[in-house]
T-cell receptor, first 113, second 114 residues
Framework: SAVISQKPSRDICQRGTSLTIQCQVD?????MFWYRQQPGQSLTLIATANQGSEATYESGFVIDKFPISRPNLTFSTLTVSNMSPEDSSIYLCSVETDIGTQYFGPGTRLTVT | AQSVTQLGSHVSVSEGALVLLRCNYS??????LFWYVQYPNQGLQLLLKYTTGATLVKGINGFEAEFKKSETSFHLTKPSAHMSDAAEYFC????????????FGQGTRLTINP
């Protein structure tokens, strides 16, 4: 497994602003992912954060709205841009340490007013 | 493409009773199957996983699940529920061919009655 931390743990933001969420893992990992969990819903994959190249986005998610950085094998950021109340969600990062097995961070709870 | 169906968005059991949370999957290739638990205001914790080998897998906190290929199921059980088991449980599937993408079910909220 891995120890994963996220910052901030929660935030309240005004519409039209942007928030950058950080994900730090205690060991080098190849695969890092970002998920969204809307209120009362399950998790949806936003993108795979690739080290040294552009992130791979899932259908319905675009780079302009959710830019992702992956400068090294232990760190990634997700930015939620030009926020609206519909972006209020929990955002979670995950890493894969064992083949096919993902471990999750504690999440960032975002409220947009 | 893979998909997961969790039968029952809410399950309520008495303390000490059997816990059974149902999960059915769809996959055209051999799946990797997972159960995660989410306690209030927390992230997801891996309970157990099936990749290959023994079809009955044991996880943390006394939970276990059995992979049944013929039924495309991966139900989660615990013989005796404890109050601390109250949480949201998610079943998920991936395949090695699926670039490690996890597809989640809708979740089952487990309530334990004293």
């Amino acid at each position: 497994s891995a120890v994963i931390s996220q910052k901030p743990s929660r935030d309240i933001c005004q519409r039209g602003t942007s928030l950058t969420i950080q994900c730090q893992v205690d060991s080098q990992v190849t695969m890092m992912f970002w998920y969204r969990q809307q209120p009362g819903q399950s998790l949806t994959l936003i993108a795979t954060a690739n080290q040294g190249s552009e992130a791979t986005y899932e259908s319905g998610f675009v780079i302009d709205k959710f830019p992702i950085s992956r400068p090294n094998l232990t760190f990634s950021t997700l930015t939620v841009s030009n926020m609206s109340p519909e972006d209020s969600s929990i955002y979670l990062c995950s890493v894969e340490t064992d083949i096919g097995t993902q471990y999750f961070g504690p999440g960032t709870r975002l409220t947009v007013t | 493409a893979q998909s997961v169906t969790q039968l029952g968005s809410h399950v309520s059991v008495s303390e000490g009773a059997l816990v059974l949370l149902r999960c059915n999957y769809s996959s055209s290739v051999p799946p990797y199957l997972f159960w995660y638990v989410q306690y209030p205001n927390q992230g997801l914790q891996l309970l157990l996983k099936y990749t290959t080998g023994a079809t009955l897998v044991k996880g943390i906190n006394g939970f276990e699940a059995e992979f049944k290929k013929s039924e495309t199921s991966f139900h989660l059980t615990k013989p005796s529920a404890h109050m601390s088991d109250a949480a949201e449980y998610f079943c998920a599937v991936s395949t090695i061919q699926g670039a490690q993408k996890l597809v989640f079910g809708q979740g089952t909220r487990l309530t334990i009655n004293p």
